[in-house]
């Protein structure tokens, strides 16, 4: 073949153009166009369930050459069990006839791969847990794995062995753990080689089972996890689970950036909250981004937890702040308050009024103008008020994201008191046709760019009221650009 007049930047510019399936009718066009195709067909694999795509992911894998171009590995463990029991058979479909298009390197063709699945199904689970294991062994350029152990069949344990094997092979950097309870990940020491993992998420979703094993597991998991040099750790755990020990076996992460939380405040879930107040504040120092997610709270608790986290050591000077679902509100302006000068970018995913949110945005006003330039906000009533407050509060917000569950007509007057017109038999776009005909737009000073608006009721599309909502603020907003992720000018 003559040398490739293009250069190789531009070939793989040209193949975002294309479709998986154009792709591999073009693999044989030239070398760049080749590993261009291979990187984006087998860069990640996903094994979720036992179908054609699966087979014949496996099957192409057991080429080391292929293998190695596998950066990405999602493996979803509980269908073995879906696959192979008997009783759960009706939940699945039958087998989808389709018909891929070949790759050019001598794989099988689409009637092989048929074949080999049906080999796979007739010879059980532990057919299929062969040749995983034999694909997983050929990995050895793997950077980041998702892996779902829920309700993993006892037969599949040796797979478990391989999977972390793998691991330890690869210079994993970041690694995603759901399971339903802890002892399915296994013994933690198998993992011992994660010296380059990064970014860590942990994921439990089963009920407890108060056990002793299960405490010991959870303390081994800290333990080991206190070893890797981490930069993003998030932990999801299973409601009126007791993590309290867990906590108190963590070590500090000194690179620690990020932290999600979505640790239920309960005396159930913690039934002593020391523990999660030591590891907050071993890791504030260089915290930059923390997301705090309960799913269950009980009120009288989380007092208690906003009365000890008043220190203003912990949590402080953070950029990225996410809550929700919290329902004590001094905590929330407590924790905006110690990071006003430093935070960038807020989420609050509860459902606000417009007081509450001038109290947030009062808060966030630091020097008359705030270092805000990212919002999420859930409100209960849309109103011109919101916009008046933010754009006079935080002039310097770039992207503003909004979910609310009614509309209103109120605005704010020059002195910023809530004033409320009738509205009656007003259309949305009545209702915030913001300033005067003529008139300079009224938000002509907000640096705003991005907005994005959405009714709490799930609906397909965009809405008319959401439209006429965003418009109406864009055209008051000479500087928007992008509405739902759309550039309008």
Known sequence: MSKDPLVYDVWRHIATYLTPSELRRAISTNHALHDIAMDTIYGEVRWTRLDYDMVKSLKSLQNPRIAKRVHRLDVRLWFLKFQFDESLQRHFERLPKLKLQNLSDGQENSTQVHERLAD??????????????????????????????????????PLMHAVYRTFSQNQLRKLELRCQDIEELGNPATMCHLINLRELS???????????????????????????????????????????????????FPHLRKLVLRVDLSEESLSDPY????????????????????????????SLF???????????????????????????????????????????????????????????????????????????????????????????????????????????????????????????????????????????????????????????GLSEEEEGIMFSVAHASPRITTIRGETVR
């Open 306 to 460: 906003a009365s000890l986290i008043q220190a203003p050591y912990i949590l402080s000077d953070l950029q990225t702040l996410t809550i929700s679902n919290v329902l004590d509100f001094d905590l929330v302006l407590s924790l905006l308050r110690r990071n006003k000068e430093t935070i960038v970018d807020v989420t609050l995913a509860d459902s606000l009024d417009l007081q509450q949110l001038q109290e947030i945005v009062f808060t966030l006003a630091h020097n008359g103008k705030g270092t805000l330039k990212t919002l999420y906000i859930e409100i209960q009533v849309l109103s011109p008020a919101v916009f008046d407050l933010l754009s006079r509060r935080l002039p310097n917000l770039r992207d503003l994201q909004v979910v609310y569950n009614a509309i209103g007509g109120s605005y704010l007057d020059d002195d910023e008191r809530e004033v409320h017109p009738p509205i009656e038999d007003a259309t949305v776009i009545e209702i915030f046709n913001i300033g005067e005909p003529g008139s300079p737009p009224r938000y002509r000073h907000w640096a705003l760019q991005k907005l994005s608006v959405w009714m709490t009721q799930v609906h397909e």
């Open 202 to 252: 942990l994921e439990i979703v089963g009920p407890p089972k108060h056990s002793p094993s299960e405490q010991a597991q959870m303390i081994q998991m800290a333990e080991f996890m206190s070893k890797l040099d981490l930069c993003s750790f998030s932990l999801s755990t299973s409601p009126h689970s007791d993590y309290s020990a867990f906590f108190a076996a963590l070590g500090r």
């Open 120 to 157: 796979l199904k007739r010879g059980g689970i532990d057919a299929t847990i062969r040749v995983m294991e034999s694909a997983m062994n050929n990995l050895q350029e793997l950077y980041e794995c998702s892996l779902d152990a829920r309700w993993l069949p006892s037969e599949a344990l």
């Open 275 to 302: 523990p999660l107040l030591c590891f907050l504040h071993r890791v504030s120092p260089q915290l930059e981004s923390f997301q705090f997610q309960p799913r269950f709270s009980d009120r009288n608790y989380v």
